[in-house]
Structure formats: C-alpha cells, structure tokens
C-alpha cells in the first residue's frame, strides 16, 4: 500500500516510529483541539465504531484453557490499561496467608517454604467467598480454606544394596503441592463436595527431605487481591500491544524487496513476480514484532514508514489455572465499573447531606 | 470539605480554593491510582464544557490521587465529574456485553467444527 494519510488523520490515528524516538503518543482527539471534528464523547458512535474480536490465533497455543488472545478495537489507550491494570493487581484470588508449623524439621526453613506455599495457585473460585474481616483471626467457612501437609520420610527396608536414586531408598522423599490435602470446614464439604478445592497444579516441587525429617502444616487460605501481594494475582501475565502499520511509500524491486523482506519478521513482506521481477508487498503486518531494523540501513529506511494504529489492541492473557481468562476479563471489566459506581454512590451521600 | 462522617474514612473529599466558582474544584480520591485515574480523566475531558481535567499522585506511598476539573462558563465541576463516571460505566458495560458475546460465538464455533 502506498496511499498515505492526509496529516491530520495521522496524528489522530497513528504512533509515528521514527529512527530516533517514537512520535504522537499521546490521544489528542479531545473537544476543541482539531477545528471541523467533533471529538465529543458520544456512546452511539462508540458503539457503532468499536469491536472486539477473537482471532485464530487461540487454537495455535494448545493450553487454551489458560491463555487468550483477542483484539479490542476502537478504544483508548487509558481504558485499555485500566483494564490490563485490573487483570494483574485487582481481581481477587484465594492464596495461602497463615501457615501454621507443627513440625518442620526438613532442611528447608520455616519462612522459606511459608514463602512457597503461599506461591502456589490454588484452585477455589474466589467468587464464591468472602474477603476476611480485619482482626478475625479465626477465619469462618465463608472467607477461609483450610489445607493440611503432613509428610513423613522413611527409608525405604526393600532396596536393593548399593542403588544410588532416592526414589528407591526413601519413601516420600520429595513434597509436592499433590500432598496439600483440603479440610474442609463447616458447610464447605457440601458445597465443593466432588470438585474439591485444592492446588492447580499437583506437581510443584514444595521440599525434598530425608528419613527421619517430617512436614506437619496447616493452611489457611484467604481471598486478596494483587495488590497487597502478588501471589493473589490471576494472571501468569496479560499484557497487550498495539497493531502495527507499516506502509511503503514507493515500490521496492528485486535486490532490495529481498533486503526489505528479511528486516521483518517472517511473514510481514511477501515478494510478489510482477513482470519478472519481485516486488515488495505487506502482506500481514500483525506479524510484525516492530524492531524497526530497516531503520538501520541508508538506502531502505526512506521507503518505508513505520508506525502502529494507536487504538487496536492484541491483547493477550494468560491465566495460572484458577479461573479461565475469559472469566478473568470479565471479572476486570465488573470491578472498573464497581469503582466508577462507588464514587458515584459516594456523590450522590455527599449531595444528600 | 470531607464527603461522609467520621465513623469510616472517607474516599472522597472534594477541595475548593476560596473564592473561586463552583467551576473549578480539585477532587480527592482515596485508595485510587492510575488504573481509575487516567480513564476518568480521559472520559472528562471528552466532555467539551471542560477547560482543564488533569489527575496527580501526591507521593507514590499514599494511595490517593487529586483530581482537577475546571470548566467553561459557569457549570459546577461536579456534573462534568458525575457525567464521566457515568460514561466510563456505560463504556464498561458496553465492552463487557460485546465481549462476553464473542466469547459465546467463539465456543460455540469451536463446539460445532469438532
């Protein structure tokens, strides 16, 4: 494509990458700033413009139970963030918070393994509960679950001589996050009765010990947010990018269309034979991982303009297994707008008075 | 001027220099950062009877932030706050819905090519 916008729809629509520093960054389309455009807010042309749509892309990473991938069209940056924000330091999970030691006399410290007990997920629909009152040190069925390890390693009296793995000279020599069995308390057998709750991952490694050395430990886990720690966090990440826009502003032949291909990710620049000779085309600029590499060569960097379109979004979150990202997104959305209600409620108290 | 009694903190405190209209009024936040912060003041200053919408984080330790809206003519800062709450709610809801619909089209694409 070698049409390129008037200046004005560049500005407004366009993350200028330039050699040296990234030009336009900032939204500017506000009431006032452009004469002949109404930049007002208005939800009818909001809704009619955006979309958010889901690409193929799910299929190819096969746990797609735990990762996504979609777009978000149309919308601000500050909206977007909101919500990458939300997704990583505000929608609740149950972690382990108390741990209490009745024995521990494995190699591994008390506060080490406390530190890694409360790292592992655990898989308990934090909706379903309550966060704890402060000063309740009891913790009741509807804002605690209760876990319990209680590991003891023996040697093993049927190996053979002179066999070096642990695996056959020790009984229970290693713990996993497997062995956190659930207790439950109070009505909680008859709620999560058949699913259980308990770690998503059976085989993390917590400690190794040796005969004689036993873990006896009771948890107790909690409802927070990313926030206070980030062990309550959700998502193994989310993060999001903006779709790149790469545009040739002349035709590129032969050698240089070979050059000009391969300063791209695989994929972005197609060589088309036209009469004979390739030609350069951009096929698939989402590809594109913006290394702005043909910047670096004299005669290449004048023919293309590098840029990304400053409202798509590729979003992409990834889950640790507690709740499914599209939950996960979900659950980020009601909380932005839980916010925005709570500083109207707190309005609408303060105009009463 | 503090915003509710004293039994509970308060999150909301609305400032007012004296002397000055009802135009121009600094909000403050409590227990807000950027993530309400920077969508608040982009769906305020969408509104064209504002002159001047700008947030700031006092210090990085406290978890508040002072929100300034100043508008044109002689409107009370307060509707043109009011108005991008209700916007931003509207947006949420808005993504929400679209979203969880392509979700439902997604997985039901998915269940029919299996």
Same mark, same amino acid.
């Given at each position: 494509?070698?049409?390129?916008? &008037?200046?004005?729809?560049?500005?407004?629509?366009?993350?200028?990458?330039?050699?040296?520093?990234?030009?336009?960054?900032?939204?500017?389309?506000?009431?006032?700033?452009?004469?002949?455009?109404? =930049?007002?807010?208005?939800?009818?042309?909001?809704?009619?413009? &955006?979309?958010?749509?889901?690409?193929?892309?799910?299929?190819?990473?096969?746990?797609?139970?735990?990762?996504?991938?979609?777009?978000?069209?149309?919308? =601000?940056?500050?909206?977007?963030?909101?919500?990458?924000?939300?997704?990583?330091?505000?929608?609740?999970?149950?972690? %382990?918070?108390?741990?209490? %030691?009745?024995?521990?006399?494995?190699?591994?410290? *008390?506060?080490?393994?406390?530190?890694?007990?409360?790292?592992?997920?655990?898989?308990?629909?934090?909706?379903?509960?309550?966060?704890?009152?402060?000063? *309740?040190?009891?913790?009741?069925?509807?804002?605690?679950?209760?876990?319990?390890?209680?590991?003891?390693?023996?040697?093993?009296?049927?190996?053979?001589?002179?066999? &070096?793995?642990?695996?056959?000279?020790?009984?229970?020599?290693?713990?996993?996050?497997?062995?956190?069995?659930?207790?439950?308390?109070?009505?909680?057998? =008859?709620?999560?009765?058949?699913?259980?709750?308990?770690?998503?991952?059976? *085989?993390?490694?917590?400690?190794?010990?040796?005969?004689?050395?036993?873990?006896?430990?009771?948890?107790?886990?909690?409802?927070?947010?990313?926030?206070?720690?980030?062990?309550?966090?959700?998502?193994?990440?989310?993060?999001?990018?903006?779709?790149?826009?790469?545009?040739?502003?002349?035709?590129?032949?032969?050698?240089?269309?070979?050059?000009?291909?391969?300063?791209?990710?695989?994929?972005?620049?197609?060589?088309?034979?036209?009469?004979?000779?390739?030609?350069?085309?951009?096929?698939?600029?989402?590809?594109?991982?913006?290394?702005?590499?043909?910047?670096?060569?004299?005669?290449?960097?004048?023919? %293309?303009?590098?840029?990304?379109?400053?409202?798509?979004?590729?979003?992409?979150?990834?889950?640790?297994?507690?709740?499914?990202?599209?939950?996960?997104? &979900?659950?980020?959305?009601?909380?932005?707008?839980?916010?925005?209600?709570?500083?109207?409620?707190?309005?609408?108290?303060?105009?009463?008075? | 001027?503090?915003?509710?009694?004293?039994?509970?903190?308060?999150?909301?405190?609305?400032?007012?220099?004296?002397?000055?209209?009802?135009?121009?009024?600094?909000?403050?936040?409590?227990?807000?950062?950027?993530?309400?912060?920077?969508?608040?003041?982009?769906?305020?200053?969408?509104?064209?009877?504002?002159?001047?919408?700008?947030?700031?984080?006092?210090?990085?330790?406290?978890?508040?932030?002072?929100?300034?809206?100043?508008?044109?003519?002689?409107?009370?800062?307060?509707?043109?706050?009011?108005?991008?709450?209700?916007?931003?709610?509207?947006?949420?809801?808005?993504?929400?819905?679209?979203?969880?619909?392509?979700?439902?089209?997604?997985?039901?694409?998915?269940?029919?090519?299996?």
């Amino acid at each position: 494509m070698s049409a390129s916008m &008037s200046n004005v729809e560049e500005i407004r629509n366009r993350v200028i990458l330039g050699e040296f520093g990234v030009k336009n960054v900032h939204t500017t389309d506000f009431p006032g700033n452009y004469p002949g455009y109404d =930049d007002t807010w208005n939800q009818k042309k909001f809704e009619k413009a &955006s979309y958010t749509k889901f690409l193929l892309l799910i299929n190819i990473i096969q746990m797609d139970e735990n990762s996504m991938e979609f777009d978000m069209v149309g919308i =601000d940056a500050a909206i977007a963030n909101a919500f990458r924000r939300i997704l990583l330091a505000e929608v609740p999970t149950m972690a %382990v918070e108390k741990v209490f %030691v009745y024995n521990n006399t494995s190699i591994i410290q *008390d506060e080490i393994l406390a530190h890694r007990l409360g790292l592992v997920p655990i898989k308990a629909d934090p909706r379903l509960f309550e966060y704890r009152n402060a000063g *309740d040190e009891e913790g009741t069925e509807i804002d605690t679950i209760q876990l319990q390890i209680k590991v003891k390693c023996t040697r093993n009296p049927r190996a053979s001589k002179d066999s &070096s793995d642990p695996n056959e000279l020790y009984n229970n020599h290693t713990v996993y996050s497997r062995d956190m069995k659930w207790v439950p308390i109070g009505n909680q057998a =008859d709620v999560f009765g058949e699913a259980g709750i308990g770690p998503v991952h059976g *085989d993390i490694l917590l400690a190794q010990l040796r005969p004689g050395q036993e873990l006896d430990i009771v948890m107790h886990c909690v409802k927070g947010i990313g926030k206070d720690h980030a062990k309550f966090s959700p998502v193994a990440t989310a993060s999001y990018r903006l779709l790149p826009d790469i545009t040739l502003l002349r035709p590129v032949k032969g050698e240089m269309a070979e050059r000009l291909k391969r300063c791209f990710s695989p994929g972005v620049i197609e060589l088309e034979n036209v009469g004979g000779t390739p030609v350069a085309k951009v096929v698939n600029s989402r590809l594109d991982t913006c290394s702005r590499e043909v910047l670096r060569h004299e005669d290449l960097k004048n023919v %293309v303009k590098l840029g990304r379109v400053r409202d798509h979004f590729i979003f992409s979150v990834e889950s640790t297994g507690i709740l499914p990202p599209d939950i996960l997104v &979900s659950e980020a959305i009601k909380i932005l707008m839980a916010k925005c209600r709570k500083f109207l409620n707190e309005l609408d108290s303060v105009e009463m008075d | 001027m503090a915003g509710v009694e004293e039994t509970r903190k308060p999150v909301l405190e609305v400032v007012q220099a004296e002397g000055a209209d009802e135009g121009c009024v600094t909000f403050v936040l409590h227990e807000e950062d950027h993530t309400l912060g920077n969508s608040l003041r982009y769906m305020v200053m969408k509104n064209p009877d504002v002159e001047f919408c700008g947030y700031s984080i006092t210090h990085p330790s406290e978890s508040k932030i002072n929100f300034r809206v100043q508008t044109r003519g002689n409107l009370p800062a307060v509707e043109p706050f009011r108005k991008g709450l209700n916007d931003l709610t509207e947006v949420c809801q808005f993504v929400l819905d679209t979203f969880e619909a392509r979700v439902k089209e997604f997985k039901d694409q998915e269940a029919a090519m299996d």
